[in-house]
């Protein structure tokens, strides 16, 4: 079992950033790719951007550019850096680890607005 926990969220104004981490525990050393989610109102479930375990990082295009994913394995953390925030960015980003089955955060709550 892997337990996810997120932190970071908040509400900021559009063009602003913010920096979401997850910690991950537990039967780390089988963890293969990590990421991020989001869920917003409506919409459907998203894949945001992933890192594998070599560092290989993919994003959803509507981030990419403004949204970077990066890992520290000897912390056990992934962060998501969110830059130039949009109001359509606003959603509860869930933390996401591969291990032998897949492991979720209980999310946190991204809200753009002026």
């Known amino acids: 079992q892997v337990q996810l926990v997120e932190s970071g969220g908040g509400l900021v104004q559009p063009g602003g950033s913010l920096r979401l981490s997850c910690a991950a525990s537990g039967n780390i050393f089988r963890i293969t790719t990590m990421g991020w989610y989001r869920q917003a109102p409506g919409k459907q479930w998203e894949l945001v951007a992933r890192v594998t375990s070599g560092g290989i990082t993919n994003y959803v295009d509507s981030v990419a550019g403004r949204f970077t994913i990066s890992r520290d394995n000897a912390k056990n953390m992934v962060y998501l850096q969110m830059n130039s925030l949009k109001p359509e960015d606003t959603a509860v980003y869930y933390c996401?680890?591969?291990?032998?089955?897949?492991?979720w955060g209980q999310g946190t709550q991204v809200i753009v607005s002026s």
């Open positions: 996401n680890a591969e291990s032998r089955g897949s492991f």
